[in-house]
């Protein structure tokens, strides 16, 4: 009905579906129509755009002889829109509704105001649904928040809301909540259509697939804090700002080499009990895999002024950095060794040449925001937090010794003695 | 309605036909025994493998909520709607309204809509009023008419209430002391007879129509000065109206939705219901040039005065370069009225549970709004701070957009504020100035993020620590010696006089004749003078310039300052050290600036006009600048008037509060 206005597809070619081009171009028209800035993060259709990337960069406006993008059939075509930009008025439902489309509006709680005691605000929206005939347009809301990231909801259906409005399980987008770095974007045609992207689609394809986004668990944590008060001394409150700020220079420095690491032992713990650092805990603890290793990590590190402290073990095994940072604050980086059933981490003794492994079920990675930072922990966090402290991980232990507290603690032998040398520095 | 709503799908039943088959099979008697006992086991061993499952479903569950409901979309949450009420087709409401010495309530359809026995507590008129169409409560309030000018509230209050809505009245202990003339009139034009006769420790209800008919009126006189009228109760019935009839017919826009909304909801904010032009809830000020401050968010600090909330709003969204996006409301509890004024604006709010007692309260509530400030706005550096009891100069914006730069360069500074403490009618005169101050006045003040982040949040006062927030930021272990930017004419407005620590008589002493910047797109002066270093070079240039004053004259009367207009000068007080205000406090009551305590110093400097002249105060010898003073004046030394001074002194619940 809408009349073939892309020549080739009147053609109709044999696995083409001009219906989803029609549906995408009535939506951007009726995006631009209230100046609502989206773009497309749709991966399917970005992976085939990275394909081309520079030939489409290079021809903006180029017209282009076949529809090779949007004429896939699918059953949805997914953008973006960052809510900053937008001012949420009505009209452009209404507008919507005028031109055929139904819609659907998923909203929830502002995680945002999760951490806080006991404030509501209104609830926002996460994700919206145009539908059209047979095809879909699922446009995803995405927030800044403190950490400097973007980051979008679940999409969760709320009772009296239609199962089938669309075939919710084939969304690329809303099985769980997202995280992403703010994206460049780039104004193209492509099949005739102008649409702003990612401008290096194939990095955010590489985001896409590791965005899952874990909420610090701020209803227990209060619990936590009901139960154990926190500890709001002088001490506590300069040694917390040190630690964070020592853990935002580390995320600085690890980020620029391009080398991923997540919080470990005692900070992955005030994260996932109390949603701050443990002010007692004295060090920031942070995770490697030692197949991300690289031998520029201690110059960096010492050029952005935390010297290393020391060294223990190698590569090959047990490989352990520390660095000091300011006043006392030290700064523990553990590499982890893959097994085929369990990840686990070395430990040294300075003077006996003792070794020590800590055991962990095996983990993936996922975001978090923490002390206004956006970092990984482990997906399985419960698991990481259990095997490293035990079953009573709730409670609070003041004293701590790293060679026989851990629940996970094995003894692993003794360093040859003429390697001392070389696997356990000190400075 | 502007959500779509699918009809929920019915799920077929297929349970049942299985069952049946299975029921059919056990008729069979042949093969009974031995289905018996095959059940018997099969059934025991289903229920080891159910009990297993349901004990690990709920470790499960209760581990991973999000991974079970991240499987297949749904909430998790069952959103369960409240069933609403049935709509009532009811054309009579039955309203019962009670008169006493200790006790008022008011009850429509045996619904108890206001109920008031606390002790020393809701003495005066209570007014309540009804939708004439649905019945619902648009709004509560109580005139303390036993003492003055409430009369005067209440008389503006019903005027603002729209003809045709059900007006209830009640007295409780006493409402007629200070109940004048013109409100007595008012209440006769409703219809009330025995209003005009109302005396001391009568009891009173009233029910009836603005500009319509009267549904019932019962009094009952005192019999002697000593003792009040016998309790009344009024049983009466009200008539409703049609919808329609209750309705204004503005054209229908997003705006006009809005104003429907909040019109059939509540009362007592006039014109903006008005069937015929209403007021604008839309106020689109002229845009800033090069404005700075666009992308700041605005955080305004409620509580329940709602009409506060809808003045300072108005005021807010009509501040030239502002940015509706940007505000965010924080209303201290679940009230609902505050948060209807927040959406007829078409703003953000967000309510707080409360969770301490008064003055940790507002200190919480202001530490929550903050945080969360700050988090839905991580890109933000600053953050403006407002109360609901602020007017907002047309220039706020300009303002702060013209010196905002040096609270991001200047790590001398803590605050930039709009408020000046010494800011009165006969003391500022010039829109262009800028100070700096050792104090924090609050009141319209803009705080920067790294400050509250690292500083502030971090050991913000706990609840069990009954400070208030602004007395805490002023603390020399918080303030580390920092000062603030205020305008020598603020640029926000204190009209608040119903709060925490205020009361008439207080605010008519400390802010009514406080000066207020009305000129829009104010060109401020020589913005950069006011950094640190420089500000020492302007304030050396300043007492070079400045002409000594008569010092044997005294400094209280109008002529100590010789009748010129533009002019610098300077007088000297005795000031032993740094914290010795003994005579700066006698100068600012006779003065009649603030006084409570120590406000708009910077060391040991006081700036000013009287008569229209720079009039600077130095302490000597505790100010940097005493070297100024000629060898030939001595210093005026004034001494608080002994004793009865205490008794005269502001309630000291006042003393040196503000918010």
Same mark, same amino acid.
């Given at each position: 009905?809408?009349?073939?206005?892309?020549?080739?597809?009147?053609?109709?070619?044999?696995?083409?579906?001009?219906?989803?081009?029609? %549906?995408?171009?009535?939506?951007?028209?009726?995006?631009?129509?209230?100046?609502?800035?989206?773009?497309?993060?749709?991966?399917?259709?970005?992976?085939? %755009?990275?394909?081309?990337?520079?030939q489409i960069?290079?021809?903006?406006?180029?017209?282009?002889?076949?529809?090779?993008?949007?004429c896939?059939?699918?059953?949805?075509?997914?953008?973006?829109?960052?809510?900053?930009?937008?001012?949420?008025?009505?009209?452009?439902?209404?507008?919507?509704?005028?031109?055929?489309?139904?819609?659907?509006?998923?909203?929830?709680?502002?995680?945002?105001?999760?951490?806080?005691?006991?404030?509501?605000?209104?609830?926002?929206?996460?994700?919206?649904?145009?539908?059209?005939?047979?095809?879909?347009?699922?446009?995803?809301?995405?927030?800044?928040?403190?950490?400097?990231?973007?980051?979008?909801?679940?999409?969760?259906?709320?009772?009296?809301?239609?199962?089938?409005?669309?075939?919710?399980?084939?969304?690329?987008?809303?099985?769980?909540?997202?995280?992403?770095?703010?994206?460049?974007?780039?104004?193209?045609?492509?099949?005739?259509?102008?649409?702003?992207?990612?401008?290096?689609?194939?990095?955010?394809?590489?985001?896409?697939?590791?965005?899952?986004?874990l909420?610090?668990?701020?209803?227990?944590?209060?619990?936590?804090?009901?139960?154990?008060?926190?500890?709001a001394?002088?001490?506590?409150?300069?040694?917390?700002?040190?630690?964070?700020?020592?853990?935002?220079?580390?995320?600085?420095?690890?980020?620029?080499?391009?080398?991923?690491?997540?919080?470990?032992?005692?900070?992955?713990?005030?994260?996932?009990?109390?949603?701050?650092?443990?002010?007692?805990?004295?060090?920031?603890?942070?995770?490697?895999?030692?197949?991300?290793?690289?031998?520029?990590?201690?110059?960096?590190?010492?050029?952005?002024?935390?010297?290393?402290?020391?060294?223990?073990?190698?590569?090959?095994d047990?490989?352990?950095?520390?660095?000091?940072?300011?006043?006392?604050?030290?700064?523990?980086?553990f590499?982890?060794?893959?097994?085929?059933?369990?990840?686990?981490?070395?430990?040294?003794?300075?003077?006996?040449?003792?070794?020590?492994?800590?055991?962990?079920?095996?983990?993936?990675?996922?975001?978090?925001?923490? %002390?206004?930072?956006?970092?990984?922990?482990?997906?399985?966090?419960?698991?990481?937090?259990?095997?490293?402290?035990?079953?009573?991980?709730?409670?609070?232990?003041?004293?701590?010794?790293?060679?026989?507290?851990?629940?996970?603690?094995?003894?692993?032998?003794?360093?040859?003695?003429?390697?001392?040398?070389?696997?356990?520095?000190?400075? | /309605?502007?959500?779509?709503?699918?009809?929920?799908?019915?799920?077929? @039943?297929?349970?049942?036909?299985?069952?049946?088959?299975?029921?059919?099979?056990?008729?069979?008697?042949?093969?009974?025994?031995?289905?018996?006992?095959? +059940?018997?086991?099969?059934?025991?061993?289903?229920?080891?493998?159910?009990?297993?499952? $349901?004990?690990?479903?709920?470790?499960?569950?209760?581990?991973?909520?999000?991974?079970?409901?991240?499987?297949?979309?749904?909430?998790?949450?069952?959103?369960?709607?409240?069933?609403?009420?049935?709509?009532?087709n009811?054309?009579?409401?039955?309203?019962?309204?009670?008169?006493?010495?200790?006790?008022?309530?008011?009850?429509v359809?045996?619904?108890?809509?206001?109920?008031?026995?606390?002790?020393?507590?809701?003495?005066?008129?209570?007014?309540?009023v009804?939708?004439?169409?649905?019945?619902?409560?648009?709004?509560?309030?109580?005139?303390?008419?036993?003492?003055?000018?409430?009369?005067?509230?209440?008389?503006? =209050?019903?005027? /603002?209430?729209?003809?045709?809505?059900?007006?209830?009245?009640?007295?409780? !202990?006493?409402?007629s002391?200070?109940?004048k003339?013109?409100?007595?009139?008012?209440?006769?034009?409703?219809?009330?007879?025995?209003?005009?006769?109302?005396?001391?420790?009568?009891?009173?209800?009233f029910?009836?129509?603005?500009?319509g008919?009267?549904?019932?009126?019962?009094?009952?006189?005192?019999?002697?000065?000593?003792?009040?009228?016998?309790?009344?109760?009024?049983?009466?019935?009200?008539?409703?109206?049609?919808?329609?009839?209750?309705?204004?017919?503005?054209?229908?826009?997003?705006?006009?939705?809005?104003?429907?909304?909040?019109?059939?909801?509540?009362? +007592?904010?006039?014109?903006?219901?008005?069937?015929?032009?209403?007021?604008?809830?839309?106020f689109?000020?002229?845009?800033?040039?090069?404005?700075?401050?666009?992308?700041?968010?605005?955080?305004?600090?409620?509580?329940?005065?709602?009409?506060?909330?809808?003045?300072?709003?108005?005021?807010?969204?009509? #501040?030239?370069?502002?940015?509706?996006?940007?505000?965010?409301?924080?209303?201290?509890?679940?009230?609902?009225?505050? /948060?209807?004024?927040?959406?007829?604006?078409?703003?953000?709010?967000?309510?707080?549970?409360?969770?301490?007692?008064?003055?940790?309260?507002?200190?919480?509530?202001?530490?929550?709004?903050?945080?969360?400030?700050?988090n839905?706005?991580?890109?933000?550096?600053? #953050?403006?701070?407002?109360?609901?009891?602020?007017?907002?100069?047309?220039?706020?914006?300009?303002f702060?957009?013209?010196?905002? @730069?040096?609270?991001?360069?200047?790590?001398?500074?803590?605050?930039?504020?709009?408020?000046?403490?010494?800011?009165?009618?006969?003391?500022?005169?010039?829109?262009?100035?800028?100070?700096?101050?050792?104090?924090?006045?609050?009141?319209?003040?803009? $705080?920067?993020?790294?400050?509250?982040?690292?500083?502030?949040?971090?050991?913000?006062?706990?609840?069990?620590?009954?400070?208030d927030?602004?007395?805490?930021?002023?603390?020399?272990?918080?303030?580390?010696?920092?000062?603030?930017?205020?305008?020598?004419?603020?640029?926000?407005?204190?009209?608040?006089?119903?709060?925490?620590?205020?009361?008439?008589?207080?605010?008519?002493?400390?802010?009514?004749?406080?000066?207020?910047?009305?000129?829009?797109?104010?060109?401020?002066?020589?913005?950069?003078?006011?950094?640190? !270093?420089?500000?020492?070079?302007?304030?050396?240039?300043?007492?070079?310039?400045?002409?000594?004053?008569?010092?044997?004259?005294?400094?209280?009367e109008?002529?100590?300052?010789? !009748?010129?207009? +533009?002019?610098?000068?300077? /007088?000297?007080?005795?000031?032993?050290?740094?914290?010795?205000?003994?005579?700066?406090t006698?100068?600012?009551?006779?003065?009649?600036?603030?006084?409570?305590?120590?406000?708009?110093?910077?060391?040991?400097?006081?700036?000013?006009?009287?008569?229209?002249?720079? =009039?600077?105060?130095?302490?000597?010898?505790?100010?940097?600048?005493?070297?100024?003073?000629?060898?030939?004046?001595?210093?005026?030394?004034?001494?608080?008037p002994?004793?009865?001074?205490g008794?005269?002194?502001?309630?000291?619940?006042?003393? #040196?509060?503000?918010?």
């Open positions: 009905q809408n009349g073939a206005a892309f020549s080739k597809v009147r053609g109709s070619q044999s696995g083409q579906d001009s219906t989803r081009w029609h %549906v995408v171009r009535k939506f951007l028209g009726l995006i631009s129509t209230h100046n609502i800035p989206v773009y497309l993060i749709d991966p399917l259709i970005l992976g085939l %755009v990275d394909k081309d990337i520079e960069r290079s021809s903006p406006d180029g017209l282009s002889p076949e529809c090779k993008y949007f896939a059939p699918r059953d949805f075509t997914t953008f973006a829109l960052l809510e900053k930009t937008w001012k949420h008025e009505v009209g452009l439902f209404r507008t919507a509704e005028k031109m055929g489309f139904q819609w659907l509006k998923i909203i929830n709680k502002d995680p945002r105001l999760d951490g806080m005691d006991d404030l509501s605000g209104m609830e926002i929206p996460l994700h919206y649904i145009f539908k059209l005939a047979s095809h879909a347009i699922h446009l995803v809301v995405f927030y800044e928040r403190s950490g400097n990231f973007l980051w979008h909801g679940p999409l969760r259906l709320k009772q009296h809301m239609d199962r089938k409005f669309v075939p919710f399980r084939k969304l690329h987008f809303g099985r769980y909540p997202g995280a992403y770095e703010k994206p460049e974007l780039l104004l193209v045609s492509i099949d005739d259509l102008k649409v702003q992207i990612p401008k290096n689609p194939s990095s955010f394809l590489e985001e896409v697939s590791h965005s899952r986004f909420e610090c668990r701020y209803r227990e944590a209060r619990a936590f804090f009901q139960l154990y008060s926190d500890d001394s002088l001490d506590a409150v300069e040694f917390r700002k040190k630690a964070k700020s020592l853990l935002h220079l580390a995320a600085l420095t690890l980020n620029n080499l391009g080398v991923k690491f997540w919080l470990s032992s005692g900070t992955c713990l005030g994260w996932y009990r109390q949603c701050n650092i443990i002010p007692y805990s004295k060090d920031v603890d942070l995770g490697i895999f030692i197949r991300d290793y690289k031998a520029d990590i201690i110059p960096a590190f010492q050029k952005a002024g935390l010297p290393l402290k020391h060294k223990f073990g190698k590569v090959e047990s490989l352990e950095l520390s660095f000091q940072g300011e006043d006392d604050v030290k700064l523990d980086i590499f982890f060794y893959e097994e085929d059933d369990h990840i686990w981490n070395g430990g040294t003794q300075a003077k006996s040449g003792k070794k020590f492994k800590y055991l962990f079920p095996k983990f993936s990675l996922c975001w978090t925001e923490f %002390v206004e930072l956006k970092v990984h922990v482990p997906c399985e966090t419960l698991q990481y937090v259990e095997a490293n402290y035990g079953p009573e991980w709730k409670v609070p232990v003041k004293t701590w010794d790293w060679k026989s507290s851990p629940f996970n603690v094995q003894d692993n032998g003794v360093w040859p003695i003429d390697e001392w040398d070389n696997v356990i520095q000190i400075y | /309605m502007e959500e779509w709503k699918p009809n929920p799908a019915v799920k077929p @039943h297929k349970k049942r036909s299985w069952y049946l088959a299975w029921k059919y099979k056990l008729m069979n008697q042949r093969a009974l025994r031995k289905l018996c006992q095959t +059940g018997a086991v099969l059934f025991l061993l289903v229920t080891v493998i159910v009990n297993i499952k $349901l004990i690990l479903d709920t470790r499960r569950a209760a581990y991973e909520e999000e991974e079970e409901s991240a499987q297949d979309y749904d909430d998790e949450m069952l959103n369960v709607e409240v069933p609403r009420h049935p709509v009532n009811k054309k009579v409401l039955d309203v019962e309204v009670y008169s006493s010495r200790s006790k008022v309530y008011v009850a359809d045996g619904t108890t809509v206001l109920e008031d026995e606390a002790r020393e507590q809701g003495r005066g008129i209570h007014v309540i009804l939708n004439q169409a649905t019945g619902h409560v648009m709004a509560k309030r109580v005139f303390d008419t036993y003492s003055p000018h409430e009369d005067e509230a209440m008389v503006l =209050f019903l005027n /603002m209430v729209a003809r045709g809505r059900i007006l209830i009245f009640t007295i409780k !202990d006493e409402g002391f200070h109940l003339e013109t409100a007595k009139n008012v209440l006769k034009s409703l219809g009330s007879q025995v209003a005009p006769f109302l005396s001391w420790r009568d009891m009173w209800t029910v009836g129509k603005k500009g008919e009267v549904y019932g009126e019962k009094h009952a006189k005192s019999p002697a000065l000593s003792t009040w009228g016998d309790p009344v109760l009024l049983k009466t019935e009200v008539h409703l109206t049609s919808v329609e009839d209750a309705e204004c017919h503005w054209p229908d826009t997003e705006l006009n939705r809005r104003r429907k909304r909040f019109c059939s909801k509540v009362e +007592g904010y006039g014109s903006v219901c008005s069937c015929k032009d209403p007021t604008p809830i839309e689109n000020p002229d845009p800033l040039k090069d404005n700075k401050v666009f992308d700041v968010p605005v955080a305004v600090i409620a509580g329940n005065r709602p009409n506060y909330l809808y003045r300072m709003l108005r005021s807010l969204l009509s #501040a030239q370069g502002v940015n509706p996006q940007m505000i965010t409301v924080f209303i201290d509890g679940y009230y609902e009225e505050p /948060m209807d004024v927040v959406e007829l604006f078409g703003l953000s709010g967000i309510q707080h549970t409360p969770i301490s007692i008064k003055n940790a309260r507002v200190s919480q509530h202001y530490k929550a709004s903050l945080t969360a400030t700050f839905l706005f991580p890109d933000a550096k600053f #953050a403006v701070v407002l109360e609901e009891d602020l007017d907002i100069s047309v220039d706020f914006f300009s702060l957009s013209q010196s905002i @730069h040096l609270l991001e360069e200047d790590e001398s500074l803590y605050c930039i504020s709009a408020w000046n403490d010494q800011g009165y009618e006969h003391t500022a005169e010039d829109p262009s100035l800028l100070y700096r101050v050792e104090t924090m006045p609050g009141l319209g003040w803009v $705080l920067r993020k790294s400050l509250y982040k690292d500083e502030l949040e971090p050991k913000w006062p706990t609840p069990e620590k009954l400070w927030w602004d007395m805490w930021m002023r603390m020399p272990e918080q303030r580390k010696g920092r000062e603030c930017i205020i305008p020598d004419i603020s640029r926000s407005y204190h009209f608040g006089i119903v709060g925490l620590n205020m009361n008439g008589y207080f605010h008519e002493a400390y802010f009514k004749k406080h000066k207020f910047n009305t000129v829009p797109n104010v060109q401020l002066k020589n913005v950069e003078s006011l950094r640190k !270093d420089n500000y020492e070079t302007e304030i050396h240039r300043l007492l070079g310039e400045a002409e000594v004053l008569d010092h044997s004259k005294n400094p209280c109008d002529s100590f300052v010789p !009748d010129t207009e +533009g002019r610098v000068y300077v /007088m000297f007080i005795r000031m032993e050290q740094e914290a010795d205000f003994t005579t700066w006698q100068l600012a009551k006779c003065l009649h600036i603030w006084d409570l305590d120590v406000r708009g110093n910077h060391k040991g400097l006081w700036r000013l006009f009287r008569k229209k002249n720079h =009039f600077l105060v130095v302490g000597v010898p505790a100010s940097p600048y005493s070297s100024k003073k000629p060898s030939s004046v001595t210093p005026v030394f004034m001494e608080p002994a004793k009865e001074e008794a005269v002194a502001v309630p000291a619940v006042a003393a #040196a509060e503000q918010t």
